[in-house]
């Protein structure tokens, strides 16, 4: 199998923080969610992987490639989303849009100037007047005008307002109708992937959770709810994490069929949301 | 490369600091400093305008932290490297031209009697400013920003002292005490060297760097 992107034993060690040992594959033509809160470690593996900060151990292959040894070569096929915009604010969109436009073999000017007409931007507007979403979709229409193969977005719907985020899972949705191209997404907006995304990998304190496909996920992981007195040492294991309050308990589980066979109707059982199951990891 | 030109040119143009730098650093230096004082202002002014021009497209990396889109671009750190150390001569050449113009207006228009076009001033200014960024650029690749920052500072105002104070040193090298060393040799192989070092230096100090 030819992975576009393929990440093994990745590890970065930072005074108060590791890296530890992250793998994960994704295949052409599917949108992998990169879920955690804030901290996990999302932006230190996308910078990894962007090789803007230097690995300690571990390999990242993308395209099939070694992302240091053929770094031109890749990145030219790489279109970048970032969590904040790291553009020259004095220059105007047209001017900006020059500067990039002029590392890319594959630019093309035509589908940038479209994708400005569907965003309502001004090509002579100045990037400091540009809005917080106006700048995300400029950023967006910069790194869907070089006909890249992968997009990596690093959070790029936090900040934004439910209808620009929408506005931007359809772009993102569009995109993904080649097959030949990928979107690896970050985000901790969870119900943004419900949306979209193939594939979900999560990383809590520097270590992958899970890299799974999201449907198996939300198949498989199952919110209980209860009394209370349901719960003792041994139940209580079941469960990958639990919240109690006055009136009884919801928990997480992965494996639901297992807890019917244990409390019967004495519970009711829900499909967990990806929310519910970062949540419940998160706090244990 | 010709991204590169490209951004450097268009933010020197576009920001209102750069451009009131460019036109106000000349009438500064000529109303503010008695030329008799400092008979080689000529070559200070072109000292000056090399190293602020070749160190000003940092600033923006500090406030904006585009080094972090510009390296996920298809750009090789060595390429970024090389380029600025390229760049010190085409903002050689431009302050040649730009000073020159502007000094020989001044000139025309019978405000001061001063230099526009030197050969011997551009001769010893080169090697220089050479010497200056080399110092100052492998600060700005390693170091943090601010700390950079300061680091260039003091490295201006050393060069700004050594041309104000002690410019014979300079313009006859091997008179000075602490010049006597290179006395017989041409000062821009000397330039040469600390230049290539600089660039081997930066390259290995930028490559391992972790940006964030």
Same mark, same amino acid.
Not at chain 1, 103 to 131: A, E, R
Not at chain 2, 69 to 94: A, E, G, H, T, W
């Given at each position: 199998?030819d992975?576009?992107?393929?990440?093994k034993?990745?590890?970065?060690?930072?005074?108060?923080?590791?890296?530890?040992?992250?793998?994960?594959?994704?295949?052409?033509?599917?949108?992998?969610?990169?879920?955690?809160?804030?901290?996990?470690?999302?932006?230190?593996?996308?910078?990894?992987?962007?090789?803007?900060?230097?690995?300690?151990?571990?390999?990242?292959k993308?395209?099939?490639k070694?992302?240091?040894?053929?770094?031109?070569?890749?990145?030219?096929?790489?279109?970048?989303?970032?969590?904040?915009?790291?553009?020259?604010e004095?220059?105007? =969109?047209?001017?900006?849009?020059?500067?990039v436009?002029? +590392?890319? @073999?594959?630019? %093309? &000017?035509? #589908?940038? /100037?479209?994708?400005?007409k569907?965003?309502?931007?001004?090509?002579?507007?100045?990037?400091?007047k540009?809005?917080?979403g106006?700048k995300m979709?400029?950023s967006?229409?910069?790194?869907?005008?070089?006909?890249?193969?992968?997009?990596?977005?690093?959070?790029?719907?936090?900040?934004?307002?439910?209808?620009?985020?929408?506005?931007?899972?359809?772009?993102?949705?569009?995109v993904?109708?080649?097959?030949?191209k990928?979107?690896?997404?970050?985000?901790?907006?969870?119900t943004?992937?419900?949306k979209?995304?193939?594939? =979900?990998?999560?990383?809590?304190?520097?270590k992958?959770? +899970?890299? @799974?496909p999201? %449907? &198996?996920? #939300?198949e /498989?992981?199952s919110?209980?709810k209860?009394?209370?007195?349901?719960?003792?040492?041994?139940?209580?294991?079941?469960f990958?994490?639990?919240?109690?309050?006055?009136?009884?308990?919801?928990?997480?589980?992965?494996?639901?069929?297992?807890?019917?066979?244990?409390?019967g109707?004495?519970v009711?059982?829900?499909k967990?949301?990806?929310?519910?199951?970062?949540?419940?990891?998160?706090?244990? | 490369?010709?991204?590169?030109?490209?951004?450097?040119?268009n933010?020197?143009?576009?920001?209102?600091?750069?451009?009131?730098?460019?036109?106000?650093?000349?009438?500064f230096?000529?109303f503010?400093?008695d030329?008799?004082?400092?008979?080689?202002?000529?070559?200070?002014?072109?000292?000056?305008y090399?190293?602020?021009?070749?160190i000003?497209?940092?600033?923006?990396?500090i406030?904006?932290?585009?080094?972090?889109?510009?390296?996920?671009?298809?750009?090789?750190?060595?390429?970024?490297?090389i380029?600025?150390?390229l760049?010190?001569?085409?903002?050689?050449?431009?302050?040649?031209?730009?000073?020159?113009v502007?000094?020989?207006?001044?000139?025309?228009?019978?405000?001061?009697?001063?230099d526009?076009?030197?050969?011997?001033?551009?001769?010893?200014?080169?090697?220089?400013?050479?010497?200056?960024?080399?110092?100052?650029?492998?600060?700005?690749?390693?170091l943090?920003?601010?700390?950079?920052?300061?680091f260039?500072?003091?490295?201006?105002?050393?060069l700004?002292?050594?041309?104000?104070?002690?410019?014979?040193?300079?313009?006859?090298?091997?008179?000075?005490?602490?010049?006597?060393?290179f006395?017989?040799?041409?000062?821009?192989?000397?330039?040469?060297g600390?230049?290539v070092?600089?660039?081997i230096?930066?390259?290995?100090?930028?490559?391992?760097?972790?940006?964030?």
């Amino acid at each position: 199998m030819d992975y576009i992107l393929e990440v093994k034993d990745l590890t970065k060690k930072f005074e108060s923080f590791k890296l530890d040992k992250v793998s994960f594959k994704l295949e052409p033509g599917y949108i992998m969610g990169f879920i955690g809160p804030n901290g996990a470690g999302k932006s230190t593996t996308i910078k990894l992987i962007m090789n803007l900060l230097k690995k300690d151990g571990g390999e990242v292959k993308v395209f099939g490639k070694d992302h240091i040894q053929f770094e031109k070569e890749i990145k030219n096929r790489i279109g970048f989303v970032y969590d904040e915009s790291y553009f020259y604010e004095d220059l105007t =969109i047209g001017q900006m849009k020059s500067i990039v436009a002029s +590392f890319y @073999k594959g630019w %093309d &000017d035509t #589908l940038f /100037n479209k994708y400005l007409k569907d965003f309502d931007l001004n090509p002579k507007m100045k990037i400091k007047k540009l809005s917080k979403g106006m700048k995300m979709k400029f950023s967006l229409a910069l790194a869907l005008s070089h006909n890249a193969d992968l997009i990596i977005m690093d959070e790029p719907t936090s900040g934004l307002d439910p209808v620009f985020r929408r506005e931007i899972l359809d772009i993102l949705y569009n995109v993904i109708q080649d097959e030949n191209k990928s979107i690896f997404f970050s985000t901790h907006i969870t119900t943004d992937l419900e949306k979209i995304a193939d594939y =979900i990998t999560f990383i809590n304190k520097g270590k992958i959770v +899970f890299s @799974k496909p999201k %449907d &198996d996920i #939300l198949e /498989n992981y199952s919110v209980v709810k209860g009394g209370t007195n349901l719960l003792d040492a041994d139940t209580r294991k079941e469960f990958i994490g639990i919240r109690e309050t006055g009136v009884g308990f919801e928990g997480l589980v992965e494996n639901g069929q297992k807890i019917k066979e244990l409390f019967g109707s004495q519970v009711l059982i829900e499909k967990a949301s990806l929310e519910d199951i970062m949540v419940y990891t998160v706090r244990g | 490369m010709l991204g590169l030109i490209k951004r450097d040119l268009n933010l020197m143009f576009s920001n209102k600091q750069n451009i009131f730098f460019l036109v106000l650093y000349v009438p500064f230096f000529l109303f503010m400093i008695d030329t008799k004082s400092m008979p080689h202002l000529y070559l200070v002014i072109l000292v000056t305008y090399t190293h602020m021009l070749t160190i000003i497209p940092f600033s923006y990396d500090i406030t904006y932290k585009t080094h972090l889109m510009f390296q996920s671009l298809p750009i090789k750190r060595r390429d970024i490297v090389i380029y600025k150390y390229l760049s010190i001569f085409i903002y050689f050449i431009f302050a040649v031209v730009y000073v020159g113009v502007y000094m020989w207006i001044i000139n025309l228009i019978g405000f001061k009697n001063v230099d526009y076009f030197n050969v011997s001033m551009i001769k010893i200014a080169l090697p220089l400013v050479m010497v200056s960024l080399s110092i100052t650029i492998p600060a700005y690749f390693r170091l943090s920003p601010k700390i950079a920052q300061i680091f260039n500072i003091f490295i201006y105002i050393l060069l700004f002292n050594i041309l104000s104070i002690n410019i014979n040193s300079i313009v006859n090298v091997g008179t000075g005490p602490i010049l006597s060393i290179f006395k017989g040799i041409n000062p821009i192989f000397i330039a040469l060297g600390v230049f290539v070092l600089s660039i081997i230096l930066s390259i290995k100090l930028y490559e391992t760097k972790d940006l964030a």
